[in-house]
């Protein structure tokens, strides 16, 4: 296996998707077993499909915090949090998943690029979204304290933008010219933007651009290296600090 080498002029941005969490036992989206193919996207990720059913997509999501809330973190978590003990700043890491599991592993530059399972905030008003535990009941709505409305999980929709202060973290970071740039692709599957256009920026800055990935993704032709196999056993495994 290529080797991803590491030294004092290199800056790491790694992109991470579900395929990390599959392996503590969260699932993923598309392909065999996926999230989607059992939930219609459209009534249960979609502010349309909120306004429509709340109810159901807050089971969705309940039931998705409890068992987030039950898996620990894997050893391709762990090894993603060593490299950032080892890089500090010069590493960030931006991820699709909204588990927490990259914090719980010890990860601490983390842009959470779709939003949190354990943060919630009101579908009505701007008060300011609040860490939230709670496994609601089926059936249960809990309103906003300010202005009555509905709470809603603190999480980026299908349709909805991205949080541009993520994104400007993002482009900072690739577009800071004092050292190397790396950027790292794991367990996503390449299929939603704007996080699978990351690889093009990377690219446009000079970047080397690696994926590990269990299959082929949508977009594998756009990265230098592919490596393919299971995050929690190709991460350990993958990093040479010069
Ligand atoms: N190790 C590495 N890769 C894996 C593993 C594993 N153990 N298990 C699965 N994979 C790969 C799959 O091959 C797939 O390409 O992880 C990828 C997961 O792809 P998706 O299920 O599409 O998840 P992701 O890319 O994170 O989806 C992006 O889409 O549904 C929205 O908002 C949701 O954040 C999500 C976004």
Same mark, same amino acid.
């Given at each position: 296996?290529?080797?991803?080498?590491?030294?004092?002029? @290199?800056?790491?941005?790694?992109?991470?998707?579900? #395929?990390?969490? =599959?392996? +503590? &036992?969260?699932?993923?989206?598309?392909?065999?077993?996926?999230?989607?193919?059992?939930? /219609?996207?459209?009534?249960? =990720? @979609?502010?349309?499909?909120?306004?429509?059913?709340?109810?159901? %997509?807050?089971?969705?999501?309940?039931?998705?915090?409890? =068992?987030?809330?039950?898996?620990?973190?894997?050893?391709?978590?762990?090894?993603?949090?060593?490299?950032?003990?080892?890089?500090?700043?010069?590493?960030?890491?931006? $991820?699709?998943?909204?588990? !927490?599991?990259?914090?719980? =592993? #010890?990860?601490?530059?983390?842009?959470?690029?779709? &939003? +949190?399972?354990?943060?919630?905030?009101?579908?009505?008003?701007?008060?300011?979204?609040?860490?939230?535990? $709670? %496994?609601?009941?089926? &059936?249960h709505l809990e309103r906003c304290d300010e202005c009555?409305?509905?709470?809603?999980?603190?999480? *980026?929709?299908?349709?909805?933008?991205?949080?541009?202060?993520?994104?400007?973290?993002?482009r900072d970071f690739l577009l800071r010219g004092d @050292?190397?740039?790396?950027?790292?692709?794991?367990?996503? +599957? #390449?299929? %939603?933007? /704007?996080?699978? !256009?990351?690889?093009? !920026?990377?690219?446009? *800055?000079?970047?080397?651009?690696?994926? *590990?990935?269990?299959?082929?993704?949508?977009? $594998?032709?756009?990265?230098?290296?592919?490596?393919?196999g299971r995050s929690g056993e190709v991460l350990p495994?993958?990093?040479?600090?010069?």
């Open positions: 296996m290529d080797s991803l080498h590491l030294d004092d002029n @290199t800056r790491l941005l790694v992109l991470t998707g579900a #395929g990390v969490s =599959a392996e +503590s &036992g969260i699932r993923t989206f598309r392909g065999a077993d996926g999230l989607w193919e059992d939930q /219609p996207v459209e009534k249960v =990720a @979609t502010p349309e499909g909120f306004a429509a059913d709340p109810r159901l %997509v807050w089971r969705f999501y309940s039931e998705r915090r409890a =068992a987030a809330g039950a898996c620990e973190p894997n050893a391709g978590h762990r090894a993603l949090a060593e490299w950032e003990r080892r890089l500090g700043e010069r590493f960030l890491l931006a $991820t699709q998943n909204i588990d !927490g599991l990259h914090q719980r =592993a #010890g990860s601490q530059r983390v842009v959470e690029l779709h &939003g +949190s399972l354990f943060r919630t905030r009101c579908a009505h008003c701007t008060r300011k979204p609040f860490e939230d535990r $709670t %496994v609601y009941p089926v &059936g009555r409305g509905l709470l809603r999980p603190d999480i *980026v929709w299908f349709g909805e933008m991205l949080e541009e202060e993520n994104l400007r973290q993002v @050292t190397r740039l790396v950027f790292l692709a794991v367990g996503t +599957s #390449g299929a %939603v933007w /704007p996080a699978a !256009g990351f690889v093009d !920026g990377a690219r446009g *800055v000079g970047g080397r651009t690696w994926l *590990v990935n269990a299959d082929p993704a949508d977009n $594998t032709d756009r990265f230098h290296h592919f490596v393919q495994r993958l990093a040479v600090f010069d």
